[in-house]
């Protein structure tokens, strides 16, 4: 076996009764055996054409001639820079595996024309583009290969030379892909997006990036027989086991670090998983990945968090809340083994861990804003070069400063429960030092805090901020691009595409009754420096 989990609990009676249950009801065999009823007769209908996942160590296995000998005749022709445009499922994996094996890969999960301008602009000459979505109808992802078709075509270059789509077979993708006479990848319709890792959407843009896919297939395959069996020395089990009973309890919070592995956005692959898929109901576990095991959040953590290490070093464990696991192994090997710990724990929290219900909420809500429908938000007051936006209900009259406003904001924050999700609407890579406001919010209200670029947590922690628990106040930041980008053939360009998500899904969570502030920025110059004082 090549991975293994350390927990804590501090009610390690609740803990083996859960184990105990799992263990009789045989659940880790069903699951391998694909047993859609596993997760109750509402939930049957949908794990029915889910459950493909837990064979993909040998059933991918065909794919990986054809990638290596794309892989050697795209580099045969120069072509060895890998832009990959895709969202939440079809991203996350390849991104995580391809810094495990230390390639390049250009991860392009924005609508934010300066980082979509900055990606084009970087080596189009060199560049190969994966378009991977499994439903084939995202606009994000509809958008970036619009972009990219015009700067192959306005360069003189022929796109199907370059574009290689992963999609779903019979999607409105492969239709069109396959007329334009691009190469096409299909998936396995009966994965799950952010299930599918080792599918097509996985393997297909890491193994052009250079990775080595069929190690990790292997790495995979090593851990199976250990995932697929009924006993309590079964890490996918106890891991499940574990999260879902603190879930229960009320700890229901998981603050994620990598503990010296090799591979530290595996976080981020786990983020999505977790929170799609039991964010809803009401119910769920928020992961909030931090920086590392001395970052706040994990020191000092807070009584409804359990503490989940991943890698090598583990830590010695002593949250707060006496709940904790720390899980190493291969990355192949844990990217498995969280699979069936999501779909465990989703049995124990009372979910189904298949569906996201309230994603499209926010889709539709941007739509609507696109197409005129939505209403245009009034901003609550300007403070320099920052506008303001409140939803109704709780911003103090009178506040005229973005301090004012932030501190009245954390102040709606429940002190057992609550928690903050700030939701940067920018360019991850030229803003980046922005996400250090995380830690520093930490401090500040002792409290959880995740952080999130705009649009991409929209397809992965957006489910839970929307249909799991209502204790989080959101915090969005927009800004004025350095130079908008047309979206080719489409009514809106790509800053109109992103003001437009950032709103709908504000709207979206404040018809809920939640709090969400946004500042926008008149222009991105410096954004952490220009929001220092109000979020420090
Ligand atoms: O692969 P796609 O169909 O483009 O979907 C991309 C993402 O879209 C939605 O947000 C889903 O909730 C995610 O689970 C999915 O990964």
């Given at each position: 076996?090549?991975?293994?989990?350390?927990?804590?609990?501090?009610?390690?009676?609740?803990?083996?009764?859960?184990?105990?249950?799992?263990?009789?009801?045989?659940?880790?065999?069903?699951?391998?055996?694909?047993?859609?009823?596993?997760?109750?007769?509402?939930?049957?209908?949908?794990?029915?054409?889910?459950?493909?996942?837990?064979?993909?160590?040998?059933?991918?296995?065909?794919?990986?001639?054809?990638?290596?000998?794309?892989?050697?005749?795209?580099?045969?022709?120069?072509?060895?820079?890998?832009?990959?445009?895709?969202?939440?499922?079809?991203?996350?994996?390849?991104?995580?595996?391809?810094?495990?094996?230390?390639?390049?890969?250009?991860?392009?999960?924005?609508?934010?024309?300066?980082?979509?301008?900055?990606?084009?602009?970087?080596?189009?000459?060199?560049?190969?583009?994966?378009?991977?979505?499994?439903?084939?109808?995202?606009?994000?992802?509809?958008?970036?290969?619009?972009?990219?078709?015009?700067?192959?075509?306005?360069?003189?270059?022929?796109?199907?030379?370059?574009?290689?789509?992963?999609?779903?077979?019979?999607?409105?993708?492969?239709?069109?892909?396959?007329?334009?006479?691009?190469?096409?990848?299909?998936?396995?319709?009966?994965?799950?997006?952010?299930?599918?890792?080792?599918?097509?959407?996985?393997?297909?843009?890491?193994?052009?990036?250079?990775?080595?896919?069929?190690?990790?297939?292997?790495?995979?395959?090593?851990?199976?027989?250990?995932?697929?069996?009924?006993?309590?020395?079964?890490?996918?089990?106890?891991?499940?086991?574990?999260?879902?009973?603190?879930?229960?309890?009320g700890v229901d919070k998981m603050v994620l670090a990598s503990a010296g592995a090799p591979y530290a956005g595996l976080g981020d692959w786990i983020e999505q998983l977790v929170a799609e898929s039991t964010g809803k109901d009401s119910l769920g576990i928020l992961p909030v990945v931090v920086?590392?095991?001395?970052?706040?959040?994990?020191?000092?953590?807070?009584?409804?968090?359990?503490?989940?290490?991943?890698?090598?070093?583990?830590?010695?464990?002593?949250?707060?809340?006496?709940?904790?696991?720390?899980?190493?192994?291969?990355?192949?090997?844990?990217?498995?083994?969280?699979?069936?710990?999501?779909?465990?724990?989703?049995?124990?929290?009372?979910?189904?861990?298949?569906?996201?219900?309230?994603?499209?909420?926010?889709k539709a809500a941007a739509r609507a804003m696109l197409d005129g429908g939505g209403a245009q938000p009034e901003p609550a007051f300007v403070d320099g070069d920052v506008t303001v936006y409140a939803s109704p209900g709780w911003l103090p009259e009178g506040t005229a400063t973005v301090v004012?406003?932030?501190?009245?904001?954390?102040?709606?924050?429940?002190?057992?429960?609550?928690?903050?999700?700030?939701?940067?609407?920018?360019?991850?890579?030229?803003?980046?030092?922005?996400?250090?406001?995380?830690?520093?919010?930490?401090?500040?209200?002792?409290?959880?805090?995740?952080?999130?670029?705009?649009?991409?947590?929209?397809?992965?922690?957006?489910?839970?901020?929307?249909?799991?628990?209502?204790?989080?106040?959101?915090?969005?930041?927009?800004?004025?691009?350095?130079?908008?980008?047309?979206?080719?053939?489409?009514?809106?360009?790509?800053?109109?595409?992103?003001?437009?998500q950032a709103v709908g899904d504000g709207q979206v969570l404040a018809d809920k009754g939640q709090p969400v502030l946004r500042l926008h920025l008149a222009s991105t110059d410096d954004p952490t420096g220009r929001l220092g004082e109000a979020l420090g």
């Open positions: 076996m090549s991975a293994g989990v350390e927990l804590v609990a501090s009610d390690k009676g609740a803990l083996e009764a859960t184990l105990d249950r799992l263990i009789a009801d045989g659940v880790a065999s069903g699951i391998a055996r694909q047993d859609s009823t596993l997760w109750g007769p509402a939930a049957e209908e949908e794990s029915a054409k889910r459950l493909a996942w837990v064979s993909l160590s040998s059933a991918s296995r065909h794919l990986v001639p054809e990638i290596m000998a794309l892989r050697d005749e795209l580099r045969a022709q120069g072509l060895d820079h890998v832009v990959l445009c895709g969202m939440g499922g079809s991203s996350l994996a390849p991104e995580v595996i391809c810094e495990a094996a230390g390639v390049d890969l250009d991860v392009l999960d924005s609508s934010d024309p300066d980082f979509v301008r900055t990606a084009i602009e970087k080596d189009l000459a060199r560049s190969v583009v994966v378009v991977s979505s499994k439903s084939g109808g995202t606009v994000e992802t509809d958008s970036q290969k619009r972009a990219w078709e015009k700067a192959f075509t306005d360069a003189r270059i022929d796109p199907a030379e370059r574009i290689v789509v992963v999609t779903d077979p019979g999607s409105p993708l492969s239709e069109a892909a396959t007329a334009a006479g691009y190469r096409v990848f299909h998936a396995d319709p009966a994965v799950g997006g952010r299930y599918s890792a080792l599918t097509a959407f996985g393997i297909v843009p890491s193994g052009l990036a250079g990775a080595d896919i069929s190690a990790l297939l292997d790495e995979a395959d090593a851990v199976r027989a250990a995932l697929e069996t009924d006993t309590a020395d079964n890490p996918g089990l106890a891991l499940g086991a574990l999260l879902g009973t603190a879930a229960r309890v920086e590392s095991t001395e970052a706040p959040n994990w020191q000092p953590s807070t009584p409804d968090s359990v503490l989940v290490a991943y890698g090598p070093k583990a830590p010695v464990l002593s949250p707060a809340s006496g709940w904790g696991a720390v899980v190493d192994g291969s990355l192949g090997a844990q990217l498995l083994l969280w699979e069936y710990a999501t779909a465990i724990a989703g049995r124990v929290i009372g979910i189904n861990p298949f569906d996201q219900p309230d994603v499209e909420s926010a004012e406003a932030v501190e009245a904001l954390l102040a709606q924050l429940d002190p057992q429960h609550g928690y903050v999700a700030v939701q940067a609407y920018l360019d991850r890579h030229r803003d980046a030092d922005l996400a250090m406001v995380r830690g520093r919010l930490a401090e500040r209200t002792g409290r959880p805090v995740t952080f999130g670029w705009g649009p991409r947590f929209l397809h992965s922690t957006g489910q839970y901020h929307k249909g799991g628990p209502a204790t989080g106040v959101y915090l969005q930041v927009t800004g004025q691009p350095e130079a908008d980008l047309a979206v080719p053939d489409r009514p809106f360009t790509f800053h109109e595409f992103l003001t437009a």
